[in-house]
């Protein structure tokens, strides 16, 4: 199947701070791209579709400009989470369907853990 | 506004039996509906896409089915192994946006 990973697997920072989530697409073209976050021992949340060329869509209560969303290419989109603050602290997973080969199957990368102290 | 339930919330099996996971959402209008396995502190793995069309899919010992009119899927698995313990997540999308619309999950331990 199709692979999606996510840098960094981990990342802890200082509150007040901003930190850069990468999700890339290895072996296939993603026009979209999605991003989750979930709180332990709940399920995940869409928090906004990452559209290559153009901005992203932001669910509601989602602040856009508290999370950056940037799809640079068919193959990589990136979260900043800016101006961190301990409550940001969560797993934040993206997806990506490869319907572009045909597969409407959902690929997820393994999430990113942040920790704001 | 699509809502997707998952019945048991927890499940504790001992090793060699067939079990049951449900799902159900609100909006019968989806366009296909997805089983995931997580695996804690880790990402999801698809197991079985069933398209709105469909009835059912079948991968290995999973087994799941649609009933799209009532508004439940249910995964089943056939002769429970310790490593099928993992938290087993359903989702809807309602249209081609691929918009995942996730339940709570259902967290399975297989005793051995």
């Known amino acids: 199947g199709a692979v999606v990973s996510q840098h960094p697997s981990r990342v802890i920072c200082k509150s007040g701070t901003s930190v850069k989530i990468e999700c890339r697409s290895l072996?296939?073209?993603?026009?979209?791209m999605f991003w989750y976050r979930q709180f332990p021992k709940q399920s995940l949340m869409l928090m906004a579709t990452?559209?290559?060329?153009?901005?992203?869509?932001?669910e509601q209560g989602v602040e856009k400009d508290k999370f950056l969303i940037n799809h640079a290419s068919l193959t990589l989109s990136t979260l900043t989470v800016t101006s961190a603050h301990p409550e940001d602290s969560s797993f934040y997973i993206c997806?990506?369907?490869?319907?572009?080969?045909?597969?409407?199957?959902?690929?997820f990368g393994p999430g990113t853990r942040l920790l704001v102290l | 506004k699509q809502e997707v339930t998952q019945i048991p919330a927890a499940l504790s099996v001992p090793e060699g039996e067939n079990l049951v996971l449900n799902c159900s959402f609100t909006?019968?209008?989806?366009?296909?509906l997805q089983w995931f396995r997580q695996d804690p502190g880790k990402g999801l793995t698809s197991l079985l896409l069933?398209?709105?069309?469909?009835r059912e899919q079948t991968s290995g010992r999973l087994n799941a089915s649609l009933d799209k009119s009532s508004g439940r899927s249910t995964l089943y698995i056939a002769a429970s192994q310790p490593g099928d313990s993992a938290t087993y997540l359903c989702?809807?999308?309602?249209?081609?946006?691929?918009?995942?619309?996730f339940g709570s999950g259902t967290r399975l331990l297989v005793r051995p």
């Open positions: 990452s559209n290559e060329g153009s901005k992203a869509t932001y």
């Open positions: 989702a809807v999308t309602g249209d081609s946006s691929y918009k995942l619309i």
């Open positions: 997806s990506a369907p490869a319907h572009m080969v045909g597969d409407e199957t959902q690929y």
């Open positions: 909006d019968s209008a989806i366009y296909n």
């Open positions: 069933i398209q709105s069309s469909q």
């Open positions: 072996d296939f073209q993603a026009t979209t």
